[in-house]
């Protein structure tokens, strides 16, 4: 099953990221772990445009520094 058609997926401009990944529910065909993860981009201007309230928007703060400020909490 495909997430988008042939047509729509190159309408959209780049609509995802393949990072490496150490940890990833992804399997390669012969069942050992896959080196990648995929990742769905939402751009804000295409979610605003189709009339979609964005999710929680923080510029300042990454995810590194989270994790951090949960580790001192406990």
């Known amino acids: 099953m495909w997430r988008w058609s042939y047509e729509s997926y190159f309408a959209k401009r780049n609509p995802v990221d393949l990072p490496k990944s150490k940890q990833t529910p992804l399997v390669t065909p012969d069942g050992s772990p896959a080196k990648w993860n995929i990742y769905t981009k939402y751009y804000l201007e295409d979610r605003l445009a189709d009339g979609i309230r ?11 520094q989270g994790t951090n ?5 406990g």
């Open 54 to 64: 964005p999710r929680d928007f923080i510029d300042d703060i990454t995810n590194d």
């Open 69 to 73: 400020d949960l580790k001192a909490l």
